[in-house]
């Protein structure tokens, strides 16, 4: 095959790809979403406007969830108290869908907390994605102990 075919077959590819892509998007919105990591360390601003224009409550949302995520982190709140966070600021997508049903878990708080563990590791990746990775196994370590002992996550209520 000489070098030409391959290029040429290599661009009909992206743009096969990039057509299937673009028709997914125009049907079904609600599989593509944001990641959190897209935003995290970041000021609010601008990038919230892609995901909610002119959203206050959607701004002031994610502005809380960072600052849950920031004392996470800091050790100034557990993994389960930082999901309680998480529950209470929770609302469901415009388009009706539920950013909790992407998170694996049997149930409703069990996947609110692998949320908050994913938020977390993509707000420390931003500076150092290896820390990111032990923030991870921290967690999730976290997650399996009160798995093992409860069989599920008890999230506090919070205020």
Not at 96 to 122: F, H, N, S
């Amino acid at each position: 095959m000489t070098v030409q075919s391959r290029l040429f077959f290599g661009l009909a590819l992206v743009a096969s790809l990039s057509a299937a892509l673009a028709l997914i998007a125009g049907q079904r919105p609600d599989l593509v979403r944001a990641a959190p990591w897209a935003f995290a360390g970041r000021p609010a601003g601008p990038q919230t406007e892609l995901l909610c224009p002119g959203d206050a409550a959607a701004e002031a949302n994610l502005q809380a969830k960072r600052e849950v995520i920031k004392r996470l982190l800091g050790g100034r709140l557990t993994l389960l108290e930082a999901a309680g966070w998480f529950r209470a600021l929770h609302r469901p997508l415009s388009n009706g869908g539920d950013p909790l049903d992407y998170q694996p878990g049997k149930t409703k708080a069990e996947r609110t907390c692998r949320m908050v563990i994913a938020w977390a590791k993509a707000e420390v990746a931003v500076q150092s994605p290896s820390q990111a990775i032990e923030v991870g196994r921290r967690l999730e370590a976290e997650l399996a102990a009160c798995l093992a002992r409860d069989g599920e996550p008890r999230l506090p209520e919070v205020e």
